[in-house]
């Protein structure tokens, strides 16, 4: 199941502020394949240090700046504002991160630029940015903590966005003892238990389907089947020898 | 469709270096609704340096410092480690971060607590924290990138395990010991195996990884893990008194 492809996605960060943040955007770009990043009117001196930073990556390197967001998404053929906004009333009210919006984005990226605008740390997007999105979409989080911090919420957008919808899990590929292996490690561990004195007297049968069951829901592997039974044979061994020695 | 429920989730940081990402840590689980966090020999300037960060919500302010990931995780009935490894093998190998882990994540959750825990930055977590872990999680990423930033990984797992399934699967009703019952019977085995001369000198270490990984793999519910560690406890007497009667 490989990663939806973002190739098409621009991530624009309006205003931005702390080059930290323009680095952990670039850097989640680089970890989800999107690879445009463009920055509207940053603070001059944050874009400067996160550009010319050491390692800085592919999709730092090439961001382009702007002086307006209109200019950042006119060749964008659908524009989504992030926001953490809820009780102000927005028109159209936003839409939840999920696989639902996700669709709708991937749709759209089957025919051109998807624009994902993300506003300063302080403030997020204006009214007079809102303006220029087909729509709005927000982060579900916790009623008494919704704002994000800026770098987290582009890398929790991508990997929704990179993220294949869901499909049944695949089974699980795993090499099974056989039942005579198990039924070694259940009689030998009957063994250690008598020999140890844990299974009293006319307690053997009972003692003998608890030893079985519990082996058989340990859902061994046929590896650790081996190397169990190889370490119950060498404490057995050693409980033996005592036994002679006692008896 | 409110959040899923992560108070029970246990956030553990394992030698983190940056307060920053302490901070962002602790910031992405307040937004996500998680409230443990725990971290394991944190470079210490950097824990005091977060946990006094002005504005520092009450997550960081009642994070808790352990010296050992066994204590951080000693009353989680799950452990999870976190890993961008891919190609070094792994075994179990990692889990993909999606709906299906996360809807095994909530079956424990329902009972009790989980433990999802987080390496430093630059190496991640070792082989030993590894043995510790039920299972290893990885954020499906770009090939070329799959390193993420360590704070964005945390606000991406908490997105993804706060995030409404589309179709949840239902969950296994099975109540489970603590971490630390396990590792009684993971120390209990090994000393059996130590006194039957299973272990040879100098291959301890090997040795707890590998009994404390196989006594994880069986899965083993809390019922079983009392009566397992009752059968181990009469083995390891009889051995001991024959240790002392040759000794």
Redo the contacts between chains.
Sequence with gaps: ?P?LDLTKLVVVMVRPRNP?NIG?AA??M????SRHLRVVNPFRLAFREARSAVGG?AVLKNAEEFDSVADAVADCALVVGTTAIRDRKLDPPPK?L??NSANIIHSILKQGRVALLFGSEKIGLTNDDFSYCHWLMT????S??????L???V??CL??L??E??SA?PAEKRELPSAEQLEHIAKG?LE??H????VKPGTDKMFEK?ARQ?IL?????AY?AK??L??LR??L???R??KK??G
């Design positions: 199941m990663l930290l952990a850097r989640a680089s970890n989800f394949g990556s939840m999920d696989g982060i579900r989080t916790h008494q903590n919704i704002s994000m911090n770098g987290q919420a890398a929790v990997y929704e990179a993220r919808a869901e899990a561990l250690a238990l020999i140890s004195g844990y608890k519990l829901k340990m859902n061994l592997e650790d190397l169990f190889g370490m060498q404490i061994w050693k409980l020898q005592s020695a006692s």
